[in-house]
């Protein structure tokens, strides 16, 4: 399918500023679900610009919000160095949870309204987006939620103070969501990823699981720990997830 990939939409975020949102869609007249696409630490990549490519490919608008608009110029995309993720994990801890959540409504808001939206919305991410996506699904307009590797859901360690609630809240979860982890990820340890099993359970969440032989990080197409039979195999669970949620 061929695709937009060059529009972006500044959109306000009450009392933190413009946003910037990366727009993907089919370049085809018509209407489509929306998925926001919550980025890892280092904001709006090219491998995260193509894997929100593959998404919209598959019939949908796109919508990658740049995460730290509120401490960044508009346009900033963090390396993928050491002193790239040093910025990025240092800002992950820095901006406090309202304002991630603050983030999401309004880039929720803004997909809905985007023309080529017919008003479905689903979540997606990867690292520190998966967490994100998991959090956006909290809002009652979000019926799907897609979470890779999704880091400091299990130790409440997320923002300012690195307090967060996301696990206290999914009992206020309603959309139905698909956990995608790497075994050998060391950012989410087993202990870690039993927990947010447990709790998934103890809500009575519907939800998909999938524990694979992969690195943290497995699905961005660059560097040591990609895996490609891996990202194939989970765009298969993306693709049948979305199809059966947002259609």
Known sequence: MILRSDEYQDVEVPGRGMMRIHLFRPAIDGQFPGILFF???????????RLAAMLAGLGHV??????????????????????????GNALKFAKPIAGYDADAAAALG???????????????????????AYRAALDPRVSAAACFYATDIHSGTLGEG???DSL???????????????????????AGRERIRARLEEAGATYEWHEVNGQH???????????PALFLQAMGWIQAFYARTLR
């Open 62 to 87: 796109v919508a990658v919000p740049e995460v730290y608009h509120d401490y960044e110029p508009a346009g900033t995309v963090l390396a993928y160095d050491k002193s790239g993720t040093d910025r």
């Open 39 to 49: 980025s890892e630490i280092y904001q709006v990549t090219a491998p995260i610009r």
């Open 110 to 132: 803004a997909l809905a309204a985007h023309p080529a939206c017919n008003g479905r919305l689903g979540t997606f991410g990867v690292c520190l987006g998966g967490h994100l």
């Open 217 to 227: 990080a497995f699905l961005r197409d660059e560097g040591p720990r990609y895996d």
């Open 162 to 164: 690195r307090q967060d």
């Open 168 to 190: 206290a809240r999914m009992d206020d979860l309603r959309a139905e969501t698909l956990f995608v982890w790497g075994r050998q990820d060391p950012h989410v340890p087993y």
